[in-house]
């Protein structure tokens, strides 16, 4: 269940990151999408984590519970009604129909991308990683 979940998030991230982030710079607050790209970055760190490791492996459940939190706090920031990013979206002048079929038609790729070979570890983009 846990390799679905992170399947899932890895190609939920790529398609707003390859698609829906850069359609919206310059056209909502920047700051807005600079939160969502490290939030992102967070939590590749902790799927690629998950799916390097076993479920008997030290601070698994814990890493688990993290990242749904993660991801709870990302989708409501996104949803906010009034300046979460969607809200800021539908105010632009974007082609909102289009993105969408973009995304969605992007979305059947990572698919059958992850159903073959698999998909490739995530990267993070905004957060340099430091090694101790």
Not at 25 to 41: I, N, Q, S
Not at 72 to 97: W, Y
């Amino acid at each position: 269940l846990c390799h679905q979940i992170c399947t899932e998030l890895k190609i939920h991230t790529s398609i707003e990151e390859e698609i829906f982030y850069p359609a919206l710079r310059g056209k909502t607050e920047d700051d807005t999408l600079d939160e969502a790209y490290v939030e992102h970055d967070g939590a590749k760190v902790l799927i690629n984590d998950l799916e390097s490791a076993s479920p008997d492996a030290d601070f698994y459940d814990a890493k688990v519970k993290v990242l749904s939190e993660e991801i709870k706090h990302h989708v409501k920031e996104e949803e906010m009604p009034s300046e979460g990013m969607f809200a800021q979206a539908r105010k632009t002048d974007v082609d909102l129909v289009a993105l969408r079929d973009r995304m969605a038609a992007r979305k059947k790729e990572l698919m059958a991308q992850a159903e073959g070979a698999g998909l490739p570890i995530s990267k993070p983009l905004a957060v340099n990683l430091v090694t101790a």
